[in-house]
């Protein structure tokens, strides 16, 4: 299978096709299907979606946290096993969680929190070596001065300086890739793009691959530099932010941009009729969910077809693509 | 358009054993009726804790030590001024839902778990409607449901049998039963994705026009508030920094908080640039800064700013009002 | 009852008032008298502690409850009185004699018995009863040995015996005379007798689970001299029966009651009674005689000197006092006492010493030490009764202050403790010995014929003691009953026992009689006891005792 | 919503094989243990006897007897089958303690005694330890919190017969208000009124003793989780609302802080006929407690296997009770659908 | 641990707790050497006197010193309440932690023994195993009240591993490859701490009251002098009846005060774990005395 890409280098890490169910209580839930993201040395992906979307499952799969249920997940282009990941693996793939204050252990300091990947990944020989280390990567998060930092406890630092704390650990096995769920949506809205800007930096500087999940589209179009929008689970369209962000080609993606804050909006012109109290519906339920296009029930364009397959991808140019039968009438080049 | 509610010189402080923590600090605000007020502030900056004095909500070890509330009823009401913190239990007991109601953060925590949906409506319709007849409770129910599109036969739910987006309308109508002058909401739309919050968004405005009442906003998120109020009260470290109209803040912010704020949020269609949020961290509440909470965190900062506490007062070109000695001092230029 | 009101009673009505506000009906129901039916002083009432909660009266069952109830519905054919158990005494059979060198018991039934349910006591009723333990070995809760039961005349039965059995009459004292008619069609293995029928004045009246009352007939072969008809006997602990004899709500318990006679007569003499009262059962230390140091008679001795019995006895306070050096109870087997063993083992610490020494003894560290070899002293004690908790350990306790002994004291539960005991695998065991006739008395606890070897459970001898003359002492008194040859083994044994000392005789151990005698009087006492009551009687000991009482008049 | 009901079939199944099984293996369990112990229930009956005629009984008779009251001389496997099939047939054996009486027809004599007794006044320390704590965890720090919230720990914390003896003694002998032992008017005619309210006098007092000490445990339970859930939002919306002290406190914040008694409450009430031995021992109460002290006295396998097998069974119907009861008064347990996260 | 040691609750149980460990570890030396009396020592001559100078508590029905013995029913009762607790904390933690963090088969198997030893009616059970193997000590009893006494204690911490087992920070140190084992003793069991000791205080005042209840039904260990033991004793010797209440009460109380220990401590981390309890209370009596 071939992939047209605008980045003919392999992907160190790759989503092809992944499929997730889980079950719960009987029931089957369809989590993600099929979804498929690359993640490229020095590049961010963005995958953006409501809560439920999928966006979080699909990390985790990324980070093996869980097996696949279809599909696979490609490491510098070889397919990995189902079972749970080796230190190798690790080694080369991070995941920072959303909340900086539960992702610390509230009872060891800063030191011992940087200190244990670097020994678990054979760094360092010695504590006066982690401390060096450790102090290193405070530094490369920008947490000044470092030393100071070691020895405090998760609690006595703010939100942000603890989300800094969780980077520099993930960073210390040295990976190739960085997933980030949410990582700045805990945080205090004045930190927040510093945060957004040392994610930048660790891109430019060091080359990392990251997916950024999010579900604010301002912060994606201003980190990342593709973007992906999933909605229940599929994927429903992809590619350079700004082409995703400013001509929106599937119907909700339209709908998340159109729903997103933007201050600089005019407040006259929104007066819209919608003020009434109708309602667009909400995410289906995964159990239970649509056949074909998921977004179908919601879909202002719905169409007979919707129902009954899901959509194919539809390149639509400049690496822009989308599942959406409103553009699958052979404009582009479908695959699946 | 007449005054609906005044806070003059409020004081809340959480009792502690050795000291006590001053959450809100000498706020005058002032609403008008029908007005949308939107209160921004980051973690610790004191709004939900200045929303539960002004209903009067304030568990221990919070206590109101200074300041009055006024209440200006409507002539329809009886007529009068009540100050709410003098206000016995059983006078503020009447006056609660009638007057002022609340939408709580949320809604999946602000509904008993255990009672249907229509039973809690139908406490709050008895309480404050004496003799009012079962039919009647159902009737009034369904018209609210509706009112924020929900179908009538939703009210037999349970809370957990409904989505995060169906429970938040629903404890929107909920504070809608009685016709309350005041709508407090306590980020109503966090818990909830952005089409969601858009929804919402779109009820209140239309709900408030319809209904005339008036809504204190409070949110962490000034870039919603800035479509969404008419007025923006910003506050830092317990106190009221600036105040003005929402176009006014967005447009020419007079406190280097508020500019600080503003462009904490990427742009959603605007051409990118590099940008830097508000260095530093907020202040502890329980140890601020001396003189002007915000100094160390300020670019305009000026010498007295450690020493003197700047009052709340109109800014020069008399677009509000902010709390800052540059507006105060305004021919002396700033330190760094 | 026409007695001004006492402070309890006043103290009663008081808690009545108070509570009245609470619970009026409750008060008011059971506020008064204790029954409607039978006034309180025209009963009399007999602790049972032996709790039975259900209503079964199978006579045969080993392990039937009905406690001191039964004394009045079943009788047996023999009544082997307890102050003096060697002349057995006639009972429902009316007259009884040897033959064929005590290898044949011929038994005449008593003439004019009638069950409690109206119909006659025959020959046949009585053959029937003893022949059931011939029958069904698993009802021989009784312990007969006779091999065959024969009618051999109108009004008489022979039992037939393998052996000389001068010395097996006791347990024709503890069989019970049942009605065949009755115990047709039912299987004692599964029937439970509610209404049992039997020959003694009793019948059931009524049964509760804490309460058993007992009605009197007319018509007792043995005569209506009853000062009452009504005898009830509620269930309780014995802790709880205290409480119920201060009430005033229990006439008669067989309770041991530390400090009795501070704490229950001392609050009213003229109403309260405290009697301990022989029993021929003692408290003794008994030895294993196949381990050393205890099978050296200079070591027993010595602890037998060093131990100071009226201090245990005032330890313990309920009421055991010193034994004499035979521990055959003077009012028990007074006839076959020789009077120089009448006195008690003073307490001498310095012949404790010399024996000691004379036994090339030595006290080492708190320890026995003779030859280089050293001897650790283990004494264990029943946990189960607080008594020989406190006489074990005070015991203990002496032997440190007298010799510089270290005992190492360990209490054991009933069971654990018996089987020790049985098995031979302890060092010393504190504990009580009760045993029927003289004969029985040493039998049991000497005799070295068919001795079991340590590890087997024996029935007998358990401290293996191993002794010719013993042996043929015992042997001889087996087939006797001359008076005087019995007379003369009993001397020899008593001089063995008290020589020797296979055990040591510590205390006596007593029948309690626990009464007051605010509805009647006539209790036994120590002093001038002729009867038995209650739990511990036998059943023609019980109805004797119940003849003799009297109204109070006071 | 069929795959809800589907859910909730399936769980019910679940909830159901684990009460089987755990029925089974409580089944087992009771007779291996007794099995396990050594000493043998002839032994005791033989001892007794042997103390009561004051000689020994000839060994044949021994060797009987043991026969009789079913001696150990079965294969063990054999055993068990026997005790399974009798199970099922509602035949728990003979009691050898109280040969030959059957063992359901002791339990059955004895259970009405405890479960009134013991029912009750579990019942009553509930109600009152729960609705006190309540109140307490309301008003946290008011003079009856911090007197009663320091005193239910002490109570909790002191041994219940140590009360009741001190209980029995002063109250019932002292001063004469309660009846000394027993469960009922030993006199009364049990047909008449008169027995049935002696029952209550003479049941008042190990009912409260009971109550006394026990119900410090529920207050201090419901105390923390009222004050718990008072932090909760939907108590303060049910203030914002205007609704009356008293309403916010039951429908509300009470309510919803009771969920986690009930669990506790039902495996109190499972626990009642282990839990009545102290009682029943100190009160001479004819209930079951009292007749497996008995029991255990007088090594009576089957009588001991009987009132565990009880009370086992009692403490599943218990639970299962709860559980049934949980689904009511808890909405959110009947559809407890999975979630991915 | 300081905001512990400021707890007025968290002191005066400790200081409690304390006084009955320091008479556990030096009562029969402070008895012998101080109140030169032997708590083993039967005196038929002072046989249940009431307090006096010479016995500050008065002597039992066999003319021992309360006092003494009450020093030295501390050691019996704590041993029991100790090694019970130690024993149902341990299994306890080995099932509900096992349960609760490997989950799967392991937990499914591990779970059901729980439920099923929560649901056996514990104390019956107790009682039959302990009247059987009596005579065998104090730590027999004690052993037999903690196999029985830890499912309880097993189901919360089930509940709780489970919980944060899916916490960001295990997750978080299991993605940088932490290994199960040291992921379960450095991150779960040390997170579960207040929970083990709250569990283990609260096994070792259920010990002590589970000895006292054998001890009163007559299965405990008859050798050793515990407070339930001297209890049983007194109810033996009808201390109640006799009105020697300086004989049976000062056991009873010992054995309330220790449990009320535990108690505030519970109570105490209680309070500084969840703020709410405690500061409620002092900002409503603030609030109260402003008023």
């Keep these: 299978m071939t992939d047209l890409k605008p980045d003919t280098e392999t992907p160190v890490l790759e989503a092809v096709a992944a499929t997730k169910h889980f079950a719960a209580g009987g029931a089957t839930v369809r989590a993600v299907e099929e979804a498929s993201v690359a993640l490229h040395r020095g590049r961010i992906v963005a995958l953006v979606g409501e809560s439920g979307s999928g966006k979080t499952t699909v990390a985790r799969l990324l980070a093996r946290m869980y097996p696949v249920t279809g599909g696979e997940i490609r490491l510098d282009g070889s397919p990995v096993g189902r079972g749970h990941p080796d230190r190798e693996y690790l080694r080369r793939v991070q995941l920072i969680f959303q909340d900086p204050f539960a992702s610390l252990h509230p009872g060891k300091t800063v030191l011992h929190n940087l200190e244990r990947p670097l020994r678990i990944h054979g760094h360092v020989r010695d504590r006066a070596e982690a401390r060096a280390r450790a102090a290193e990567l405070l530094e490369r998060v920008s947490l000044l001065p470092a030393k100071e930092f070691l020895d405090k406890l998760p609690h006595q630092l703010s939100g942000g300086q603890r989300q800094r704390v969780v980077i520099a650990r993930a960073l210390a096995v040295r990976p190739a890739v960085l997933l980030g769920d949410e990582p700045i949506s805990m945080l205090d809205v004045s930190i927040r793009l510093d945060m957004l800007n040392l994610l930048t930096k660790l891109r430019d500087e060091e080359g990392l691959a990251l997916l950024y999940i999010t579900h604010d589209i301002a912060s994606a179009r201003y980190l990342c530099d593709d973007v992906q929008v999933m909605y229940a689970g599929q994927m429903v369209e992809g590619g350079p932010k700004e082409d995703v962000i400013q001509r929106p080609a599937h119907p909700y993606t339209q709908l998340l941009v159109d729903a997103s804050p933007d201050p600089a909006r005019d407040r006259a012109a929104d007066g819209t009729a ?39 991808r539809t390149e639509l140019g400049g690496g822009h693509w989308a599942h959406c039968w409103l553009h699958a009438d052979g404009s582009g080049v479908t695959t699946t | 358009m007449s005054v609906l509610l005044e806070a003059q010189g409020l004081c809340v402080d959480y009792l502690g054993g050795e000291r006590s923590v001053r959450a809100c600090a000498e706020v005058d605000l002032t609403l008008r009726r029908g007005e949308i007020l939107g209160i921004a502030g980051e973690s610790g900056s004191g709004k939900s804790t200045l929303i539960t004095a002004l209903t009067q909500l304030q568990r221990p070890p919070a206590a109101i030590t200074a300041g009055r509330i006024l209440l200006h009823r409507d002539d329809a009401d009886g007529g009068g001024t009540v100050d709410l913190t003098a206000a016995d239990e059983k006078r503020l007991r009447a006056l609660r839902w009638r007057e002022m109601s609340i939408v709580l953060q949320s809604a999946m925590d602000a509904l008993n778990p255990v009672m249907r949906l229509s039973a809690q409506f139908a406490d709050v319709l008895r309480e404050h409607r004496r003799g009012i007849t079962k039919e009647a409770v159902a009737a009034r129910t369904a018209e609210l449901l509706g009112m924020v599109g929900i179908p009538a036969e939703r009210s037999g739910a349970y809370p957990h049998e409904m989505s995060g987006g169906m429970r938040q309308r629903a404890t929107i109508a909920l504070a809608l039963a009685c016709d309350p002058a005041l709508v407090v909401m306590d980020e109503p739309t966090t818990a909830v994705d952005v089409v969601m919050q858009r929804q919402i968004m779109k009820q209140i405005l239309g709900l408030r026009r319809r209904l005339g009442f008036a809504v204190v906003f409070v949110t962490h998120d000034l870039s919603l508030l800035l479509e969404l109020a008419d007025r923006i009260a910003i506050m830092y470290a317990g106190r009221i920094v600036e105040i003005g109209a929402a176009r006014a803040i967005h447009d020419a912010p007079q406190h280097p908080y508020t500019r600080g704020l503003r462009d904490s949020f990427p742009p959603l269609h605007a051409p990118l640039s590099v940008l830097h949020g508000i260095p530093g961290t907020p202040p502890d509440p329980a140890d601020p800064p001396p003189g002007c909470a915000f100094h160390p965190r300020c670019d305009r900062r000026l010498d007295a700013c450690d020493r003197r506490l700047p009052r709340l007062g109109p800014v020069a070109d008399g677009r509000g009002l902010a709390a800052c000695l540059l507006h105060e001092h305004p021919e002396e230029a700033p330190v760094s | ?74 009788e047996p054919p023999l ?126 009246a009524a049964f509760t689970t804490n309460q058993v009352r007992i009605r009197l007939r007319r018509g007792y072969w043995g005569g209506d001299a009853f000062p009452t008809r009504n005898l009830k006997f509620p269930s309780a602990s014995e802790d709880t029966a205290k409480l119920l004899l201060l009430d005033g709500d229990l006439d008669f318990a067989s309770i041991a009651w530390p400090s009795g006679q501070t704490n229950f007569v001392d609050r009213d003499p003229a109403q309260n009674l405290y009697s301990p009262l022989p029993s021929g059962t003692i408290a003794m230390i008994a030895f294993n005689h196949t381990k050393a140091p205890w099978n050296d008679i200079h070591v027993r001795r010595a602890l037998s000197m060093a131990i100071d019995r009226s201090a245990v006895s005032r330890t313990v306070a309920s009421g055991q006092d010193p034994a004499n050096l035979a521990g055959l109870a003077p009012e028990v087997y007074g006839s076959w006492l020789l009077p120089e063993y009448r006195r008690s083992q003073p307490l001498d610490v310095a012949g404790a010493r010399r024996e000691l020494a004379a036994g090339g003894w030595q006290i080492k560290g708190g320890n026995l030490v003779k030859d280089g070899r050293t001897h650790t002293v283990s004494m264990t004690s029943i946990a189960d009764w607080p008594a020989y908790r406190i006489m074990s350990a005070a015991t203990a306790d002496q032997l440190r202050r007298h010799l510089g002994l270290n005992v190492n004291l360990q209490l054991q539960v009933g069971a654990t403790f018996d089987s020790h005991y049985n098995s031979g695998t302890f060092d010393i065991q504190y504990r009580l010995y009760s045993s029927g006739t003289l004969y029985q008395f040493y039998n049991t606890l000497l005799d070295g014929q068919g001795m079991l070897p340590v590890g087997k459970i024996a029935a007998s001898n358990q401290m293996r003691w191993k002794n010719a003359d013993t042996d043929r002492l015992l042997a001889a008194m087996r087939v006797t009953d001359d008076p005087k040859l019995i007379a003369s083994y009993a001397a020899s044994l008593q001089k063995i026992f008290v020589e020797q000392l296979p055990v040591v005789p510590v205390l006596w151990e007593c029948i309690w009689a626990v009464a007051t005698r605010r509805y009647w009087t006539g209790w036994p006492t120590n002093r001038g006891i002729r009867h038995y009551f209650g739990f511990d009687a036998a059943a023609p000991e019980a109805i004797l005792a119940l003849k003799g009482l009297r109204r109070s008049t006071t | 919503m069929s795959s809800g009901t589907r859910r909730r079939a399936i769980a019910f199944a679940r909830r159901l094989r684990f009460y089987v099984i755990a029925a089974w293996s409580a089944v087992t369990l009771n007779f291996l243990i007794p099995r396990l112990m050594p000493g043998d229930p002839a032994q005791a009956v033989v001892q007794q006897l042997e103390v009561k005629n004051g000689q020994n009984l000839p060994p044949q008779t021994v060797e009987a007897i043991r026969k009789l009251l079913g001696g150990v001389h079965e294969n063990i496997a054999v ?116 027995y049935w309210l002696s029952v209550l006098h003479y049941g008042l007092l190990p009912a409260l003793t009971i109550v006394f000490s026990s119900c410090g445990g529920w207050l201090l339970g419901m105390r923390n989780m009222t004050l718990t859930t008072t932090g909760e939002d939907f108590v303060l919306l049910a203030r914002a609302k205007g609704l009356s002290n008293t309403r916010v406190l039951f429908r509300y914040a009470a309510r919803n802080a009771m969920l986690p008694q009930l669990t506790g409450f039902a495996l109190a009430l499972g626990a009642i006929i282990a839990g009545s031995v102290l009682t029943e021992t100190v009160f001479t109460y004819p209930g079951v407690g009292s007749l497996l002290k008995q029991a255990i006295d007088n090594r009576d396998y089957p009588l001991m296997q009987g009132i565990l097998l009880f009370t086992t069974l009692a403490v599943l119907v218990a639970n299962f009770l709860a559980d049934s009861v949980y689904v009511l008064v808890d909405p959110r347990t009947r559809a407890q659908g999975g979630d991915a996260s | 641990m300081k905001p512990a040691l400021r707890n007025p609750k968290v002191l005066a149980g400790s200081a409690i707790a304390l006084l009955v460990v320091l008479a556990a570890l030096f009562g029969d030396w402070f008895s012998v050497h101080a109140l030169g009396q032997d708590p083993h020592t039967l005196d038929y001559l002072v046989i249940n006197q009431p307090p006096s100078g010479h016995h500050l508590l008065g002597t039992t029905g066999s003319g021992e010193d309360v006092l003494a013995q009450t020093i030295a029913g501390a050691r019996g009762s704590l041993v029991v309440g100790l090694v019970s607790a130690l024993i149902s904390t341990a299994l306890g933690i080995l099932f509900g932690v096992c349960a609760g963090f490997f989950g799967g088969v392991a937990d499914t198997v591990l779970n059901f023994i729980t439920n099923l030893f929560i649901v056996m009616p514990v104390f019956a059970l107790t009682l039959i195993v302990a009247g059987y193997l009596n005579n065998t000590g104090t730590m027999t009893i004690a052993l037999i009240i903690g196999v029985f006494g830890w499912a309880g204690g097993a189901r919360s911490l089930r509940a709780q591993t489970m919980s944060l087992r899916g916490r960001d920070h295990v997750q978080a140190m299991r993605m940088l490859g932490e290994s199960r084992t040291r992921l379960v003793f450095s991150e779960v069991l040390p997170r579960l701490y207040p929970l083990i000791s709250a569990m283990f205080l609260h096994a070792v005042i259920g010990g002590v009251l589970a000895e006292a209840g054998l001890a009163f039904l007559g299965v405990s260990s008859p050798n050793t002098i515990s407070w339930g033991t001297m209890i049983q004793n007194a109810q033996n010797q009808n201390a109640i009846i006799n009105g020697l209440w300086w004989w049976f009460l000062p056991p009873g109380f010992c054995i309330a005060a220790l449990g009320t220990a535990t108690g505030l401590i519970n109570f105490g981390i209680d309070e500084i774990a969840n703020p709410r309890l405690g500061a409620a209370r002092r900002a409503a009596q603030q609030a109260v005395k402003a008023a």
């Design chain 4, 79 to 194: 055993q068990y089958w026997h005790y399974l099939g009798n199970l099922f047939t509602g035949n728990l054996g003979i009691s050898t303690g109280n040969f030959p009486t059957r063992v359901t027809t002791l339990i059955g004599t004895a259970l009405p005694w405890t479960m009134l007794l013991m029912g009750v006044s579990t019942v009553l320390a509930f109600l009152i330890g729960t609705g006190i704590g309540a109140l307490c965890g309301w008003r946290p720090g008011t003079r009856t919190d911090s007197v009663l919230s320091p005193l239910s720990t002490f109570l909790a914390a002191v041994p219940y017969f140590w009360v009741a003896l001190f209980a029995l003694w002063l109250f019932a002998f002292r001063l004469g208000w309660f009846p000394l032992a027993g469960g009922h008017d030993p006199d009364a005619d049990p047909s008449s009124p008169r």
């Design chain 3, 79 to 204: 009544w082997i009185p307890r102050l003096d158990p060697a002349k057995p005494q006639p009972w429902l059979a009316s007259a009884f004699s040897w033959s064929r060198g005590g290898r044949e018991l011929t038994l005449t039934l008593r003439k004019g018995v009638r069950f409690n349910d109206g119909s006659p006591l025959t020959l046949d009723d009585f053959v029937h009863s003893l022949d059931i333990p011939l029958k069904k070995p698993e009802f021989n809760t009784a312990g007969v040995t006779y091999t065959d039961v024969r009618a051999t005349g109108p009004d008489t039965v022979v039992l037939t015996f393998d052996k000389p059995a001068y010395q097996d009459l006791y347990a024709l004292g503890q069989l019970s005379v049942v009605s065949k008619r009755q115990l047709a069609g039912h299987d004692l293995a599964t029937w439970n007798n509610p209404d049992p029928v039997g020959t003694g004045p009793g019948r059931i």
């Design chain 3, 1 to 74: 009852m026409g007695q001004p009101p006492d402070r309890r009673s006043i103290l009663r009505a008081g808690g009545a008032l108070s509570l009245g506000a609470l619970a009026p009906p409750v008060l008011a129901a059971c506020g008064g008298p204790a029954s409607a039916t039978v006034p309180r002083s025209d009963t009399v009432s007999v602790l049972n502690k032996d709790t039975a909660i259900v209503r079964n009266f199978n006579p045969y069952s080993p392990s039937n409850h009905t406690g001191p109830m039964g004394r009045y519905i079943y």
């Design chain 1, 274 to 312: 919608d003020e009434d109290g109708t309602t667009l519906g909400e995410p289906p339920n995964l159990a239970d969910p649509p056949s074909g296009c998921r977004f179908r029930p919601r879909c202002p364009h719905a169409m007979a077809v919707c129902a009954e397959a899901f959509p194919p």
